[in-house]
């Protein structure tokens, strides 16, 4: 089945670490995006990318790095420099960059401070 | 700039009652909406969207929407509420002249037995 699979479910960093969330598809989408949710705040775009070796800063990137080496590949890094890293992750994909596409979503992956 | 509000952060209904979910949006020219349902620990899934073409759109799981250009809304309803629907709901929107979509805070369904 297609869809976007995000690893690991849970995670959790140490004060100074930084952590490397997983996120692939096999639906040949070209557009991947990456959202924060915190509870009661909806969703915020933290990178975009439309198409390979290519992204844009979403509304809160600071703190977090992306790369887009291969078309079915999208993982984020929380640095060290994220002061307040708890919150569960999304990635998502869609055909294109084009307003009128949903988006399809992987599980999440929770961040937690130890 | 677009956004979306989303009326009551959590809505309580009845199993069999009508589930009226309600989004308004601000947008400078007409927009694509959608709705989407997170389920715990899950990702979004979509509902339905409105693109162009009829202002009625049905969508999964018997939800439909109205895209009312006057009010500005897109209100998600579904006539009888069955336990397995309560989730947390997202209304969406983006519109030409941008890349991003904007969700809503979120409206958490609970159904009553």
């Known amino acids: 089945d297609g869809g976007i699979t995000q690893s690991p479910k849970y995670l959790f960093r140490k004060e100074g670490q930084n952590v490397t969330l997983s996120c692939e598809q096999n639906?040949?989408?070209?557009?991947m995006y990456w959202y924060r949710q915190d509870p009661g705040q909806g969703l915020r775009l933290i990178y975009y990318?439309?198409?390979?070796?290519?992204?844009q800063k979403g509304d809160i990137a600071e703190g977090y790095s992306v790369s887009r080496e291969k078309k079915e590949s999208f993982p984020l890094t929380v640095t060290s420099a994220q002061k307040n890293p708890t919150a569960f992750y999304l990635c998502a994909s869609s055909l294109k960059v084009q307003l009128n596409q949903p988006q399809h979503f992987g599980d999440g992956t929770r961040l937690s401070i130890l | 700039a677009q956004s979306v509000t989303q009326l009551g952060s959590h809505v309580s209904v009845s199993e069999g009652a009508l589930v009226l979910l309600r989004c308004n949006y601000s947008s400078s020219v007409p927009p694509y909406l959608f709705w989407y349902v997170q389920y715990p620990n899950q990702g979004l899934q979509l509902l339905l969207k409105?693109?162009?073409?009829?202002?009625l759109v049905k969508g999964i799981n018997g939800f439909e929407a109205e895209f009312k250009k006057s009010e500005t809304s897109f209100h998600l309803t579904k006539p009888s509420a069955h336990m397995s629907d309560a989730a947390e709901y997202f209304c969406?929107?983006?519109?030409?002249?941008?890349?991003?979509?904007?969700f809503g805070a979120g409206t958490r369904l609970f159904v009553k037995a």
């Open positions: 639906l040949n989408h070209d557009a």
């Open positions: 969406a929107v983006s519109q030409d002249g941008g890349f991003k979509t904007i």
């Open positions: 409105y693109t162009t073409g009829a202002t």
């Open positions: 990318s439309q198409i390979v070796n290519d992204f």
